[in-house]
């Protein structure tokens, strides 16, 4: 008799994902196309910290919002950039060697510190946590009086693409395959779903704004090469731990291969939406 697999804990859900952006964090936002930076640099236009002002960023990565924040704040103001992946922190800290009002340390999103925060700051990364609700009433209640919470996720996406999808997890269980883009789940089912959530955890004050972001790959290798970068690196690792990945790179390389013969490069593009919520 096999005894019956455990479900995955919220614990152990988490490390999983830190683990991910960990062995991604060499590469990740640095593969020759502009992403994560871009939407990093909107959120904080979006969300306008003001000089002296403090500032908690929540997963952060490479600092792709939070940079921009600490730029936005100067010297008088303070930015605490948070990760789960020491990787990320470690590459953080060396790129903000210039801004010392800037710290960024190894913590959980679900864990804010105490405030007060004048913007708690989240660029793609709600989404990841298996306590939202929990974490975003804690983060109404480290804000300050002025205080919002401002965020970016993502909305409709390219739907072509998902003959390519299809193509490269056709060999895993239905149930471990990659989310399909959309209709997403919860609160990030869209912008009105989104609203519902933030005013039944008191954050009624609140906006959206959403803007396309396309991503042209100049060939496959690139493409392969930004699938290592960023989390949808977990689905290559199971790939790869069970011998399949040659196999779904066989039945990719030519779907992309056609799609440079016919644009000349290989085009993605993903709604990202903004918000800036307060109570
Ligand atoms: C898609 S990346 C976004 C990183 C960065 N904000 C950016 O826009 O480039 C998601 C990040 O969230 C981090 N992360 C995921 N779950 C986390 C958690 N529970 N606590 C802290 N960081 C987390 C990951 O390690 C990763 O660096």
Partial sequence: MTEPTAEPTAEDRKAGIAGVFDRAAATYDQIGVDFFAVIGERLVATAGPQPGERVLD???GRGAS???AARAVGPAGAVLATDLAPGMVASLRSRGGELPWLTAEVRDAEDPPDGPWDLVLGSLVLFFLPGLDDAVRRYRDVLSGSGRLAFSW?????KSWTEVYDAIDADLPADQRAPRGTPRQGPFAGPEAMAGFLEANGLGDHRTETHRITIEFTDSDQYWRWMWSQGMRYVLEMLES?????????RVD??????LQRDGVIRWWTDVHYTVARP
């Fill in 242 to 250: 069970r011998d399949l990945l040659a196999a779904a790179q066989a």
């Fill in 58 to 60: 929540l997963g952060s």
């Fill in 254 to 259: 030519p779907i992309l291969e056609q799609r």
């Fill in 66 to 68: 939070a940079l921009p």
């Fill in 154 to 158: 993502f909305g409709d996406a390219d």
